[in-house]
């Protein structure tokens, strides 16, 4: 399926290699993994760019998804995309916690992001980004194991950050991930409708939307390591 690299974790230099655990790289025709039918699927982010193209995907490969949201306003995108929308902040644990206990899932898919609208606030507002990959990390896991542990996936990226708040988080996520038992999905840059790069592709790496979501349900079969997403 791809390339297997070991190594020490690190995101402000090579983000290739990874102790203990496995590499695959996604890209490609044919990059298919086997992946388990009927599971129940906590999606958080499900209103995101990536979230609205996952629930339709995971639909058709015969899931049943739980959409997470903090936006009142969202709850009805998300009844629109066949989703069981669940209204609560990844912030407030306690209701996290009871929210995905009541869901029962298999498989928590972790798609949370608070990014700006307009990308060149991006840097600016890196702090709110920093806290959702950390504290709503953090309060996911938790909830996972008051629920069965079920299976942990989460978003990362696959290029390389400039050191700073977001670069720590994305290796906390990593670590905390992994010493779950979990799957890292590392996504190049997003192209396509609704994205940052809605005209034309970004340098690499870089997938484009459409195909982040089918290798992210093609992914729900992954042991557990690090699975990057690219073109």
């Known amino acids: 399926m791809g390339k297997v690299h070991t190594g020490s974790p690190k995101f402000t230099g090579d983000q290739s290699s990874y102790g203990g655990s496995i590499l695959k790289v996604c890209g490609g025709v044919g990059s298919i993994a086997a992946y388990d039918e009927g599971m129940r699927i906590f999606l958080a982010g499900a209103s995101g760019v990536i979230?609205?193209?996952?629930i339709p995907r995971l639909?058709?490969?015969g899931h049943v998804v739980g959409g997470l949201t903090r936006s009142p306003s969202k709850t009805e995108l998300l009844s629109h995309l066949g989703a069981e929308p669940i209204l609560c902040d990844v912030f407030d644990r306690q209701a996290l916690i009871q929210a995905v206990r009541d869901f029962k899932p298999d498989v928590v898919l972790n798609e949370l992001t608070d990014l700006p609208d307009d990308a060149t606030q991006?840097?600016?507002l890196a702090d709110r980004n920093a806290r959702i990959r950390t504290e709503g990390t953090r309060n996911l896991i938790e909830a996972a194991r008051r629920s069965g542990s079920p299976k942990i996936l989460a978003?990362?990226?696959a290029w390389q950050l400039p050191d700073g708040p977001d670069a720590r988080a994305v290796a906390e996520l990593e670590r905390s991930v992994l010493a779950e038992g979990g799957v890292v999905l590392r996504y190049g840059q997003?192209?396509?409708p609704g994205t940052y790069n809605e005209q034309r592709p970004p340098e690499g790496p870089r997938v484009h939307i459409d195909r982040a979501a089918e290798r992210t349900v093609e992914a729900l079969g992954e042991p557990t390591g690090v699975v990057v997403i690219i073109d």
């Open 155 to 157: 978003q990362s990226v």
């Open 51 to 54: 979230g609205q193209r996952l």
């Open 122 to 124: 991006i840097s600016d």
């Open 59 to 61: 639909l058709q490969a």
């Open 190 to 192: 997003f192209y396509g």
